[in-house]
């Protein structure tokens, strides 16, 4: 097909993000001076491109470079955003052009990884990308709920804010915790400020109440979180739901007490918390565990690993052990035969070697496997993995496996 891709002129910046978002099913579009400002500041780091035919603008693509959190520490990431292709010119390479594109972009900069959040979960498998975190919507029944707070939490004290006063708190707050979270993503001074209402853009609720609380260890933020509250009743008895929108802890005391606080509150029949981890210490919390619940849980982000070496080194590691693997990619960018050797402290080395493999899987299966959260074991059993060497499924998928589950802190990109 007749077409090509090239990056996005200023100037059409706002015909690029009515096509993406006209993708995505959007009802209406609001800009203004204030808006097409703000969107110029945040493309002007980023890379914005289109695929055209002729003058005719038929796919968006968006992506940039910075650091993701992954076990034990940080790796270079391209994350990639806005990915559409008009209903009229679907199946005819639009989507593989720009994709194939970016990612050799994405590795000759020495990128480890490729990182997105998927709206189908049929489309980026081709291209080498598997899910790596998933996350659940948690429902708390307030009323029933009673916590088991140790002494350090219970002595943490709560102020209650808004948005405008979380500005100064909460980025401190998240900046402590999303390293420790593999999957997580930072928040930049431009992201806080949209979200916090501080870039000085319309307000879709200019009167919504927009609630925040945050607690303090001495003087010192440890945990923060915003929530809405929808009121209702039947015949005066409260059936009254708090959202939780975000919440962030520095230190496990922090997390435990901002949870208790929130259940506490008066009112309030019921707690939402929806896009958090699969694996919460919530429930471990409460005298009746069953008191919270996931109600409902999805695949989220999903990795495609650039540098197998590179990606491989960048993170930690449950123990000593060792593990050839043959990892196959059909787009010819990061296969090839490694070794990868991790020592007693956690620390991995992986190098290409010419020794023969102990198992081979696809780049999209290492992809899920790689923070920590999906298990090699599962994918090896839905035959994803071909085994070589006896045990070699059980010796890399306890090595690739982390305490901390991984989770995407961010809802969109």
């Known amino acids: 097909m007749d077409f090509d891709v090239r990056t996005v002129d200023p100037a059409d910046y706002e015909s690029y993000v009515k096509l993406a978002m006209r993708q995505f099913h959007a009802t209406s579009w609001h800009d203004s001076e204030a808006v097409t400002a703000f969107r110029a500041r945040r493309f002007a780091d980023q890379r914005v ?3 055209h035919q002729g003058d005719r603008m038929v796919g968006t693509f968006r ?3 910075e650091p993701l959190a992954v076990p034990g520490g940080l790796t270079g990431a391209c994350y990639v955003s806005d990915v559409t292709v008009t209903p009229t010119h679907r199946r005819r390479g639009v989507l593989t052009a720009m994709m194939t594109t970016d990612l050799r972009r994405a590795k000759e900069s020495g990128i480890s990884l490729a990182y997105l959040i998927a709206s189908s979960a049929q489309i980026y498998g081709r291209y080498g990308y598997g ?3 998933e996350h659940a919507t948690w429902t708390v029944d307030a ?3 009673r916590f088991r707070l140790s002494e350090e939490a219970a002595g943490l004290s709560v102020e209650l804010t808004d948005d405008a006063g979380l500005a100064a708190i909460a980025p401190t707050i998240y900046e402590a915790a999303y390293v420790r979270q593999p999957g997580a993503k930072r928040r930049d001074e431009m992201w806080w400020q949209s979200t916090l209402g501080q870039a000085g853009l319309p307000d879709n609720e200019p009167n919504a109440f927009r609630n925040a609380v945050y607690v303090l260890d001495g003087e010192t933020p440890v945990a923060y979180a915003r929530y809405q509250a929808k009121e209702s009743s039947e015949q005066r008895v409260d059936t009254s739901q708090l959202r939780v929108i975000d919440l962030s802890a520095s230190t496990d005391a922090g997390y435990a007490r901002i949870w208790q606080f929130l259940a506490s509150i008066d009112l309030v029949s019921t707690l939402r918390a929806g896009d958090r981890p699969v694996e919460e210490p919530l429930p471990w919390l409460l005298t009746d565990r069953r008191s919270a ?3 409902e849980r999805a695949d989220f982000s999903w990795v495609r690993l650039l540098d197998v070496p590179k990606a491989l080194s960048s993170r930690r590691y449950l123990g000593a052990g060792a593990c050839v693997l043959e990892v196959v990619d059909r ?3 990061s296969g090839g035969t490694f070794q990868l050797e991790a020592d007693g402290s956690g620390f991995g080395r992986a190098v290409a070697t010419g020794d023969r493999p102990d198992l081979t899987l696809d780049v999209s299966v290492l ?10 074991s599962y994918l090896a059993a839905a035959d994803l993995v071909a085994e ?3 045990g070699a499924v059980r010796r890399l998928s306890t090595l690739l496996r982390f305490p901390a589950t991984a989770w995407n802190t961010h809802t969109w990109f």
Do not use: F, K, N
């Open 143 to 145: 009323d029933a709920t």
């Open 131 to 133: 899910v790596a975190t």
């Open 63 to 65: 992506s940039w470079d």
């Open 367 to 376: 992809g899920s496997a790689y923070l920590g959260e999906i298990p090699l």
């Open 49 to 51: 491109r289109a695929a």
């Open 331 to 333: 787009l010819g960018l």
């Open 293 to 295: 619940r996931q109600s």
């Open 388 to 390: 070589h060497t006896d």
